[in-house]
């Protein structure tokens, strides 16, 4: 990831509609699920974190991320 901010900075665009906190990268809250991607210090990577009421709410929002960070993913 070579603008690992401006990446984050385009989830928050795409995602304006909830309450996002950026305290520790970007964290972005709905009713049923949630997500937070920050930058690594040490690596040229973003760590993702999706957590939802439901695994196929999970899945399809992971799907939705993973389409706009592109690259590789590790789960």
């Known amino acids: 990831m070579e603008d ?3 990446m984050m900075e385009q989830l928050a665009q795409k995602y304006a509609d909830a309450a996002i906190d950026y305290l520790d990268g970007v964290t972005v809250p709905y009713d049923d ?3 937070n991607c920050r930058p ?3 690596e ?13 709410t999970r899945d399809k ?3 939705e991320l993973k389409a706009i960070l592109g690259g590789p993913v590790d789960h």
């Open 4 to 6: 690992k901010e401006a």
């Open 33 to 35: 699920w949630w997500f």
């Open 40 to 42: 690594s210090n040490t």
């Open 44 to 56: 040229p990577l973003l760590r993702l974190n999706v957590e939802a009421e439901n695994e196929k």
């Open 61 to 63: 929002k992971f799907d």
